[in-house]
C-alpha cells in the first residue's frame, strides 16, 4: 500500500477504512520506515516481544516469520508450523525470553513452538497431542461443525 494510503486511512479520508484511530497529529507524523518481504500470502497478524527487538508475522502461507528490528535488513526466519490453514494469531510467551511463540490458525489448532538455544537458533521439535490427554497440555480449540477439540503442543 502506498505511504500516502495509510496517512488518508488514518486520517479518515480514504475509502479503504474506518475513520482515524489517533489523534490527527499524531497521524500526520507517521512516515514508512520499512517494508519487510517474506511471506507468501496475506499477512494476518503481528506480535512484538517484550524488549521491541522482535517482530512475528502469522500469514495465510502457513508461517510464521521473525524479525529482527531494528535491524530489519537481517534475513528473517521462518517458523514452519504444522498449521493445516492461514493463521491469524501469534504471540509471543511472556516471561520466557523469547523462547516460546504460539500460533493460531483456521485449522481450529493452537500451537506452542519452543525456540531452542533463543529466538534466533531455531529447531523446533513437535509433538502432538490432544486437549483431553494427561500430559498437562490444556487449552481450547474451536469446536464447529462436528470438529473435534485438537492441540498442538510443540517441545
Avoid at 4 to 9: D, K, N, T
Wanted: include cysteine; glycine fraction near 8%; hydrophobic fraction near 35%.
Amino acid at each position: 500500500m502506498e505511504p500516502s494510503l495509510f496517512l488518508s486511512r488514518e486520517l479518515g479520508t480514504s475509502q479503504l477504512r474506518s475513520p482515524c484511530h489517533m489523534p490527527e497529529g499524531i497521524a500526520r507524523k507517521l512516515a514508512l520506515e520499512t517494508v519487510l518481504h517474506g511471506h507468501d500470502g496475506c499477512v494476518n497478524r503481528l506480535a512484538w516481544n517484550e524488549d521491541g527487538s522482535m517482530l512475528a508475522s502469522a500469514s495465510d502461507d502457513c508461517q510464521v516469520m521473525l524479525w529482527h528490528y531494528p535491524d530489519t535488513g537481517r534475513v528473517p526466519l521462518a517458523l514452519q508450523t504444522q498449521h493445516r490453514a492461514n493463521l491469524f494469531g501469534v504471540a509471543f510467551l511472556p516471561q520466557h525470553n523469547n523462547t516460546k511463540v504460539i500460533s493460531g490458525a483456521m485449522d481450529y489448532t493452537v500451537q506452542m513452538h519452543e525456540l531452542e538455544g533463543g529466538a534466533f537458533q531455531i529447531s523446533p521439535k513437535y509433538r502432538s497431542s490432544s486437549s483431553s490427554s494427561s500430559n498437562g497440555v490444556a487449552a481450547a480449540a474451536a469446536r464447529r461443525q462436528g470438529q473435534q477439540q485438537r492441540v498442538h503442543h510443540i517441545v
